[in-house]
């Protein structure tokens, strides 16, 4: 089908494009963390850094971004189960910009929030688009999942459930 403005086969080929880009970036993300790979500093380094943050117990915290960080990625590259991989990058996404990059401005550069902006802008952008024809969703019959009341609501899942992990936090008194 072609609009004015948009055609559903050359866009979802952008989509698959960018989902499996941005999926897979934040799945290797999360595989340093979780297991060392990719110059990391696994699930032990990880710990304690998440420890320094306020996040205790810091094991507990680092395995549950971490892994969060791959499924999401993992079910965003492959355009599976519609808002839920989104939903769980903005979630740790919004933890990663407060709890770690905002106090250092807006750029990389200076260790500021804009990777983690980036990912999850981009992420909530998939999340109301929906995963494309070129997606596992679309293969396996699950068109249902990019409806936009599930869209809307899996966005408010994921902000909220970026604020309450944030809420969990102690940090270290100065």
Do not use: C
């Not at 990058?89 to 990777?115: C, P, Q, T």
């Amino acid at each position: 089908m072609t609009t004015p403005f948009i055609d559903v086969a050359t866009a979802s080929i952008g989509l698959l494009i960018v989902r499996v880009a941005l999926g897979l970036l934040m799945a290797a993300h999360g595989s340093q963390k979780l297991f060392g790979w990719f110059g990391g500093h696994g699930l032990a380094g990880t710990a304690g850094f998440f420890d320094s943050l306020g996040f205790r117990p810091g094991r507990f915290f680092a395995t549950l971004a971490s892994a969060t960080e791959v499924t999401s990625g993992l079910l965003l590259a492959l355009g599976f189960l519609g808002p839920v991989g989104p939903a769980l990058m903005i979630s740790v996404m919004i933890v990663a910009a407060v709890s770690m990059h905002l106090k250092n401005g807006l750029f990389a550069a200076n260790g500021g929030i804009e990777v983690p902006l980036l990912y999850g802008v981009v992420a909530a952008g998939l999340l109301l688009t929906g995963p494309g024809q070129y997606s596992l969703d679309a293969a396996l019959g699950l068109g249902y999942l990019a409806t936009p009341m599930l869209a809307w609501a899996a966005l408010a899942v994921g902000v909220v459930g970026g604020i309450m992990n944030l809420f969990a936090r102690r940090p270290v008194a100065a």
